[in-house]
């Protein structure tokens, strides 16, 4: 065996049909697992899905067999979770993952899981029992991955056989599982990364994923500095490694991690995302923002992100700057979880952290780099156990910005079914996400599955006196949607007395564009790079005075034409391209279909950013005050960026319906509000998955 088949195998199991007379040549054997903390196994939620539906219920449990003996396990998360009536059959959609907690497996031996993605292509090893061949045993094969998609990676070279669903795919590198064995086409077959473990935090009690993590590096801690005679993980990686390779080794990695482990996990993404910024902008010493792939849950993952940071600025200096990095973020999570969780944190535990750090420090650090952490530590464990303490001498970071929000809702899917996800927006260029649900919903569950991603992207966005703005990228057929009155909460207060009624009402409660900027913005445009009227237009509503201009020839401040003739298209684009770069199309009506839907993928064409409209049903006779209502409101704003200001104004007036009658708004405003380049081409076309992944190995 190599070095890392010694690993791996004492980590597999075998998931079987419950019950004490199991055989392995009987056909109860279902597939593949493997250890990733004591009493924790990971696996294809496919494979436990042939239990049936009372096993996806945790009613039944699950057989696993591994190298310590055979015992049961109940399936405690997965995604996806079939209909009853799918349970066991068919192929079944990404992630396909499911987490078992393995009675009587504390001391199972586990695998070591990679902190971040994959770097692609990565030579493999693909590991799992199989009877393929006769007799069941375990697999083990040699590929590459290379990615598939945002949900797969694609094997290639030895592919998986029929059982090992569920086994761990290994970067023969770096010694780490970086994915699970799915299933298997024609001529590749596909894996489910480790990070789709990030999944699992959104579902029901998903926070138990913090705990197994906590295991997971607590258990390859004490692996390393209480050898046996059995290989571990570390002193393997060590050995890919190589003698005097630079970077973070697996030694000060696997401590590092150990250190974590004792401390709170972080409230959301932002947390961590916010401290690897700040580490990426000091130590490579500019002004460094990256976009992140996916939203870290783990104080690990975020050191995971600062792996082979490099100084390309070629100033001289060392090129490999991982360490400085890793050891600044590692104090900058002690003084967070000091100052932000003290109730959680236990002060012994970081007292033994603080002087890791210092000491790693010492070894390793650059000066100024030491001299910052010596800033950051300075006094700290002091403050979280409630004594005095001298200055904390801090170097000086400029303050966290705020975030602002981005909801995406994709074109339709599978017949009706919106695919979703929230995401946060920093500095107008930086993403990092929240939420996704590929597989969509249909249009009358938007707010029901969108409510709560909204709520924690608004919590992460809102910082100091920022209060995060909604920017909601929309197909055309959706840009009447009330998300204006959107609330974060349940209404449950139709049963509600006045009393009652009364202190319900807060900022949770009340709809979003009453307390927030609500803008909706054309996804299909912002898809593409910004084209020169787009940017020209922006430009001229930066500068102002806004006015306004039909967005319909034949619906204008006058009212509709008594004949009916409506406006060509071609005559309709000659006006609105003609118009100043700071008019704003305005239409009394609705622009999700009909007229105003083509009137206003016009005005897009032509460029225009800005578009007011009122998205109700209304007589005729109220356009003339609408309008009247939307010349004042612009000429109010002056510029674009006064709008936000004078449009939630209006609506929290409007929201009194004698103030609406008068204003010629029985209905409610709706605002395109779209800027190129917010962020660089904003929003990628969303693909749906496949319905069905490769047949099941």
Known sequence: MSALEDVVRPSLARIVAPGDGYAPDRGEYWGSGFFIAPGWLLTCAHVVGKGGAEVWRSRSPVGVTWQGGTTTGEVVLAKPRPEPSRTGRGRWDFPDIALVRVHGADDARCVWLSDRAPTIPAPVGLHGWSRQTGALGMRHGIGEASTLDGKALLLTGSLPVEGVSGGPVVDRRYGSVIAMNKGVGRTEGAAVPITALRELYDVRGGDILHTVMREHDLHHLARFTRPGPDPDWTRTQARLRGPGAPGLAPALRVHLYGHFAHLPPPDGPADVTDLVQEVKSRVVQEDYRSPFAHGPRTWREGAGLLHGLRDL????????????????????????????????????????????????????????????????????????????????????????????????????????????????????????????????????????????????????????????????????????????EWRLVADDTDDAGDDEDADLFDEQSMPLGLRRTVLVRDRRR????????????????????????????????????????????????????????????????????????????????????????????????????????????????????????????????????????????????????????????????????????????
């Open 313 to 484: 600025s070629d100033k001289g200096s060392r090129p490999e700057l991982d360490v400085d990095a890793v050891l600044l973020y590692a104090a900058k999570v002690a003084r967070h979880t000091a100052l932000e969780r003290a109730a959680d944190t236990e002060p012994e535990r970081l007292g033994r952290f603080t002087r890791w750090i210092e000491e790693q420090a010492t070894l390793y650090a650059h000066a100024a780099i030491r001299e910052d952490i010596d800033g950051l530590l300075s006094g700290l464990c002091e403050r979280a156990a409630g004594r005095p303490a001298g200055p904390v001498l801090v170097r000086e970071e400029p303050p966290r910005a705020g975030a602002d929000v981005l909801l995406d809702i994709g074109e339709p899917v599978y017949g009706e079914r919106y695919p979703l996800s929230v995401r946060l927006l920093y500095d107008g260029r930086d993403v990092t996400p929240v939420y996704s649900n590929d597989l969509g919903v249909r249009r009358h569950e938007l707010q029901q599955y969108l409510r709560e991603p909204l709520a924690e992207a608004l919590r992460l966005g809102d910082r100091g006196e920022h209060l995060a703005v909604v920017e909601a990228f929309l197909p055309r057929a959706l840009f009447d949607e009330p998300l204006d």
């Open 526 to 697: 912002n898809a593409r790079p910004p084209t020169p009227e787009w940017r020209r237009r922006w430009t001229g509503a930066m500068r102002g005075p806004l006015t306004g201009v039909p967005l319909r020839g034949e619906a204008t401040d006058g009212g509709h034409p008594p004949d009916g003739r409506r406006e060509s298209r071609l005559a309709a684009y000659g006006r609105l391209s003609s118009s100043g770069d700071a008019c704003v199309p305005v239409f009394c009506g609705p622009v999700g279909s009909g007229a105003g839907r083509e009137a206003m993928a016009v005005a897009l064409a032509a460029g225009h950013p800005l578009v007011l409209w009122r998205r109700d049903g209304h007589d005729h006779d109220e356009c003339r005050a609408f309008h009247r209502s939307a010349a004042r409101l612009l000429g109010l704003a002056g510029r674009a960026e006064g709008l936000h200001r004078h449009v939630r104004d209006l609506r929290i007036d409007v929201s009194d319906p004698e103030n609406a009658l008068s204003e010629g708004l029985a209905g409610r405003i709706a605002v395109l509000y779209d800027p190129p380049d917010r962020p660089p081409y904003g929003t990628e076309m969303m693909r749906p998955p496949p319905m069905a992944g490769p047949a099941p190995a």
